[in-house]
């Protein structure tokens, strides 16, 4: 009954054969520890041959999906239970199939009747099959054991050492007998957080060795689980005057089987460390071919091979620390908390390596009909570039759904507070300021802010005559870009590793500028080497904040000047380097509320806080708007127009009843001598036709000339900027170099960076306003400054 391939099971099952029975003691104890929750609840039961486990299953009242991969055990279950109701049959390889066809909500119940010892990658399956559990959920391991059963059927059998294999990652285990079987009930997170340990104290002066890294054509990474109870990958010491890709080769067989030629062994990163005290060279060698079965031959030193799915790699328990840096090398980020180490990555580069699984390809393709019917890529080369490249390759650390959700943005470093430093965008976002560029074939790129994947998008959209640079200030995201492009990239991008507010240093510029520049994180400002280093004609897409509120701009180059064509709402990681910067932000009320200076110093502020705990004025605007509309143009109109703009925040968990601003949100607001207006909108309508309108608070002396203010200013924008359409227009944008004089400036607000000048002009701004008081903003017209 040792059977390994579906073949050999599909034979039996057609053949008629069975297998053991459910007992009466199996049946009691799963209606007793597993009891159908109020409710209803849903059951997988995997392996489940001719579907006696699945119909009693049901019987108890669960809703049952069934998977088998013998055609033959779902065709004899189907026949065998034809009155069974409740059950879902389908024909599913749970090791290597797209597990697409499992229910997406998960499962309260997870049943594998004698077939654990019948997987080759168990520790992997029963991860992705606890992830698949919903809270208090359950999955349960039903087998024989290999004490008190015949040598010959040791293959059919776990002992006690794989059981503990088995449960070492649960929270909650709980183990019975049954009918002479032995019956895991396992619950609770399926996660021990990955922990680099060291072997006993080695001998000699010094210790030399490689380690290989092999994937499968599913993109799983090959560890082994050693005797002495730790997870490894396949290597060891060199032999005498053997080089280290040698060694590599010639360990992989030894001890799994694994055949692979020299010529495809590359020496990527070299390692070095300490054991015990004892210096310790280890050279990491990545295997991009292989041939042959995997197997065990080292029994006395391995119990067995796996190949492991790279997001599962953070939660295996103890793993050698070599090995641990190894694959940390490889994929760096895939497992965090790691000792500290040297690393040298050696210069030598080798062919991409493909592989991945088919749900990979089914969520990828997913995700671009996603964000193609979103009207965010409605070019071609944009559709086929999220078709093709593989996003999760460029976030090893996330689990294929989390990687493909069109509308996630997937962090991958973070800083001592937590606070994200680098992530991949969420795919919409990205694809909606590549389209922004206007990328051609054979068009030359230049993106700031790397991670790899929308660099790779890039490129696919240039096609092979086409080049982008990708660079980055930190040096980490750097090297983690460098070796996912290694992996899995085209060969059409190249890394650089500096500040991107100095602009790139003149051997990368092409002659005459790029024809596009993509910027990937949040710009307070835009420097100039951006303007320089764009061609003429050429398209600079960047998130750029105004007043505090971020878009996605796309500018033109015509001469000196930039041109805005496109504005797309958004947020991105802060910016680092030149470009950091730190909004001034003052506290009241022991830190209820935040006044925000987005554009400007902190000013008017003398008397705020008595002003807050006085009486509250407010004014109606008139002004409202329905359920899903859009209101940043009035963010941004506010922003650029209105004298005194600032931003009133309330913190996360704070009392909002003062001001009454949802917790952890703010409001568009003026400050001006101790007093403030701001911002909300209440709702006046809660029928089908839901309705808004947006009111002014007020405190302070001059509280209700600034609500006036205000409210005129919600007006004006519903009049001259949303109109009769409903549609809110954006504001023709120009960005001027700093230094630029006022009359040399086109008409409209004009905020000034310090590297740049804005001119904002808003539809019916032909009236003039006073001059700003507390932001960095100024009106120009016809040529002259006020």
């Given at each position: 009954?040792?059977?390994?391939?579906?073949?050999?099971?599909?034979?039996?099952?057609?053949?008629?054969?069975?297998?053991?029975?459910?007992?009466?003691?199996?049946?009691?104890?799963?209606?007793?520890?597993?009891?159908?929750?109020?409710?209803?609840?849903?059951?997988l039961d995997v392996g489940s041959g001719t579907g006696q486990l699945?119909?009693?299953?049901?019987?108890?009242?669960?809703?049952?999906?069934?998977?088998?991969?013998?055609?033959?055990?779902?065709?004899?279950?189907?026949?065998?239970?034809?009155?069974?109701?409740?059950?879902?049959?389908?024909?599913?390889?749970?090791?290597?199939?797209?597990?697409?066809?499992?229910?997406p909500e998960g499962y309260d119940l997870i049943t594998l009747r004698?077939?654990?010892?019948?997987?080759?990658?168990?520790?992997?399956?029963?991860?992705?099959?606890?992830?698949?559990?919903?809270?208090?959920?359950?999955?349960?391991?039903?087998?024989?054991?290999?004490?008190?059963?015949?040598?010959?059927?040791?293959?059919?059998?776990?002992?006690?050492?794989?059981?503990?294999?088995?449960?070492?990652?649960?929270?909650?285990?709980?183990?019975?007998?049954?009918?002479?079987?032995?019956?895991?009930?396992?619950?609770?997170?399926?996660?021990?957080?990955?922990?680099?340990?060291?072997?006993?104290?080695?001998?000699?002066?010094?210790?030399?060795?490689?380690?290989?890294?092999?994937?499968d054509p599913a993109g799983r990474v090959l560890i082994g689980r050693?005797?002495?109870?730790?997870?490894?990958?396949?290597?060891?010491?060199?032999?005498?005057?053997?080089?280290?890709?040698?060694?590599?080769?010639?360990?992989?067989?030894?001890?799994?089987?694994?055949?692979?030629?020299?010529?495809?062994?590359?020496?990527?990163?070299?390692?070095?460390?300490?054991?015990?005290?004892?210096?310790?060279?280890?050279?990491?060698?990545?295997?991009?071919?292989?041939?042959?079965?995997?197997?065990?031959?080292?029994?006395?030193?391995?119990?067995?091979?796996?190949?492991?799915?790279?997001?599962?790699?953070?939660?295996?328990?103890?793993?050698?620390?070599?090995?641990?840096?190894?694959?940390?090398?490889?994929?760096?980020?895939?497992?965090?908390?790691?000792?500290?180490?040297?690393?040298?990555?050696?210069?030598?580069?080798?062919?991409?390596?493909?592989?991945?699984?088919?749900?990979?390809?089914?969520?990828?393709?997913?995700?671009?009909?996603?964000?193609?019917?979103?009207?965010?890529?409605?070019?071609?080369?944009?559709?086929?570039?999220?078709?093709?490249?593989?996003?999760?390759?460029?976030?090893?650390?996330?689990?294929?759904?989390?990687?493909?959700?069109?509308?996630?943005?997937?962090?991958?470093?973070?800083?001592?507070?937590?606070?994200?430093?680098?992530?991949?965008?969420?795919?919409?976002?990205?694809?909606?300021?590549?389209?922004?560029?206007?990328?051609?074939?054979?068009?030359?790129?230049?993106?700031?802010?790397?991670?790899?994947?929308?660099?790779?998008?890039?490129?696919?959209?240039?096609?092979?005559?086409?080049?982008?640079?990708?660079?980055?200030?930190?040096?980490?995201?750097?090297?983690?870009?460098?070796?996912?492009?290694?992996?899995?990239?085209?060969?059409?991008?190249?890394?650089?590793?500096?500040?991107?507010?100095?602009?790139?240093?003149?051997?990368?510029?092409?002659?005459?500028?790029?024809?596009?520049?993509?910027?990937?994180?949040?710009?307070?400002?835009?420097?100039?080497?951006?303007?320089?280093?764009?061609?003429?004609?050429?398209?600079?897409?960047?998130?750029?904040?105004?007043?505090?509120?971020?878009?996605?701009?796309?500018?033109?180059?015509?001469?000196?000047?930039?041109?805005?064509?496109?504005?797309?709402?958004?947020?991105?990681?802060?910016?680092?380097?030149?470009?950091?910067?730190?909004?001034?932000?003052?506290?009241?009320?022991?830190?209820?509320?935040?006044?925000?200076?987005?554009?400007?110093?902190?000013?008017?502020?003398?008397?705020?806080?008595?002003?807050?705990?006085?009486?509250?004025?407010?004014?109606?605007?008139?002004?409202?708007?329905?359920?899903?509309?859009?209101?940043?143009?009035?963010?941004?109109?506010?922003?650029?127009?209105?004298?005194?703009?600032?931003?009133?925040?309330?913190?996360?968990?704070?009392?909002?009843?003062?001001?009454?601003?949802?917790?952890?949100?703010?409001?568009?607001?003026?400050?001006?001598?101790?007093?403030?207006?701001?911002?909300?909108?209440?709702?006046?309508?809660?029928?089908?036709?839901?309705?808004?309108?947006?009111?002014?608070?007020?405190?302070?002396?001059?509280?209700?000339?600034?609500?006036?203010?205000?409210?005129?200013?919600?007006?004006?924008?519903?009049?001259?900027?949303?109109?009769?359409?409903?549609?809110?227009?954006?504001?023709?944008?120009?960005?001027?170099?700093?230094?630029?004089?006022?009359?040399?400036?086109?008409?409209?607000?004009?905020?000034?960076?310090?590297?740049?000048?804005?001119?904002?002009?808003?539809?019916?701004?032909?009236?003039?306003?006073?001059?700003?008081?507390?932001?960095?903003?100024?009106?120009?017209?016809?040529?002259?400054?006020?």
């Open positions: 009954m040792a059977y390994v391939s579906e073949q050999e099971w599909a034979r039996h099952y057609a053949d008629g054969k069975d297998f053991r029975p459910l007992g009466d003691g199996e049946q009691a104890l799963l209606a007793g520890q597993v009891p159908v929750p109020k409710g209803g609840g849903r059951a699945a119909a009693f299953l049901a019987s108890l009242g669960y809703t049952v999906d069934a998977c088998d991969f013998a055609d033959s055990a779902i065709d004899r279950a189907r026949q065998e239970h034809p009155d069974t109701e409740g059950v879902r049959w389908m024909r599913l390889d749970i090791e290597n199939d797209d597990p697409g066809e499992l229910h004698l077939v654990v010892p019948f997987l080759p990658s168990r520790s992997r399956v029963l991860h992705a099959l606890g992830e698949r559990l919903r809270p208090g959920g359950a999955l349960v391991v039903i087998t024989p054991t290999a004490e008190g059963s015949a040598p010959e059927r040791r293959d059919v059998t776990l002992d006690e050492n794989e059981l503990r294999q088995i449960t070492d990652a649960w929270e909650l285990v709980e183990r019975f007998d049954a009918d002479g079987l032995t019956v895991l009930v396992l619950r609770g997170p399926c996660h021990t957080d990955t922990t680099a340990v060291e072997k006993g104290s080695p001998t000699g002066h010094a210790l030399t060795g490689a380690l290989a890294i092999v994937t050693s005797t002495r109870g730790m997870w490894e990958v396949p290597g060891g010491k060199t032999s005498g005057p053997e080089d280290f890709a040698a060694a590599a080769v010639r360990e992989l067989a030894e001890e799994t089987g694994v055949v692979a030629a020299q010529q495809d062994a590359y020496v990527v990163t070299m390692l070095v460390d300490d054991s015990h005290g004892v210096p310790r060279l280890t050279a990491v060698v990545r295997i991009t071919a292989f041939s042959g079965t995997l197997t065990n031959p080292e029994e006395r030193l391995f119990e067995r091979w796996e190949f492991h799915d790279l997001h599962a790699l953070a939660c295996i328990g103890p793993l050698f620390t070599p090995a641990a840096q190894a694959l940390a090398a490889i994929w760096p980020g895939i497992i965090p908390g790691l000792p500290p180490i040297h690393t040298y990555p050696l210069a030598a580069t080798h062919p991409p390596v493909s592989g991945e699984p088919a749900e990979a390809v089914r969520l990828r393709h997913a995700m671009a009909e996603k964000v193609i019917a979103g009207d965010w890529a409605p070019s071609v080369p944009v559709q086929e570039a999220l078709r093709a490249v593989p996003r999760h390759r460029f976030a090893p650390e996330k689990d294929l759904k989390t990687a493909y959700d069109d509308d996630l943005a997937v962090d991958t470093r973070r800083d001592e507070s937590g606070r994200a430093t680098s992530s991949v965008s969420a795919a919409w976002l990205q694809a909606d300021m590549i389209e922004g560029l206007r990328l051609e074939a054979g068009a030359t790129v230049w993106e700031a802010g790397s991670g790899g994947y929308n660099a790779e998008l890039a490129a696919h959209a240039v096609g092979p005559g086409g080049r982008v640079v990708t660079s980055d200030i930190d040096a980490y995201v750097v090297a983690r870009t460098r070796r996912f492009l290694a992996e899995a990239g085209s060969g059409r991008v190249s890394v650089f590793h500096g500040d991107a507010a100095l602009g790139l240093p003149s051997h990368l510029v092409p002659r005459g500028g790029f024809d596009a520049i993509v910027i990937t994180y949040n710009c307070w400002d835009i420097a100039a080497a951006w303007r320089e280093q764009l061609a003429q004609g050429g398209r600079l897409v960047l998130p750029l904040e105004i007043g505090g509120y971020t878009r996605a701009i796309t500018f033109r180059r015509e001469g000196d000047v930039l041109v805005a064509e496109k504005f797309t709402h958004c947020g991105f990681v802060a910016a680092q380097g030149a470009h950091a910067r730190s909004t001034p932000v003052v506290g009241l009320l022991d830190g209820v509320v935040q006044v925000r200076f987005e554009d400007g110093q902190p000013q008017g502020l003398d008397g705020l806080e008595v002003a807050l705990r006085g009486p509250r004025h407010e004014v109606a605007t008139g002004v409202t708007m329905g359920p899903n509309f859009y209101f940043g143009s009035l963010q941004l109109f506010a922003a650029t127009t209105v004298p005194g703009f600032c931003r009133l925040a309330v913190a996360e968990g704070m009392d909002t009843s003062i001001v009454q601003i949802a917790s952890g949100s703010d409001a568009p607001a003026l400050l001006e001598e101790g007093s403030l207006a701001y911002l909300k909108h209440v709702k006046t309508r809660s029928d089908a036709a839901q309705e808004w309108e947006w009111m002014v608070h007020a405190f302070g002396e001059r509280g209700p000339a600034l609500a006036q203010r205000l409210a005129d200013t919600v007006r004006t924008w519903d009049h001259n900027v949303r109109g009769a359409e409903g549609q809110a227009a954006d504001p023709v944008v120009t960005v001027h170099a700093a230094g630029t004089p006022d009359h040399r400036l086109p008409a409209g607000d004009v905020v000034d960076k310090e590297r740049c000048r804005l001119v904002v002009q808003w539809p019916g701004r032909d009236a003039l306003l006073p001059a700003p008081a507390a932001t960095s903003a100024s009106r120009i017209t016809a040529g002259k400054s006020l």
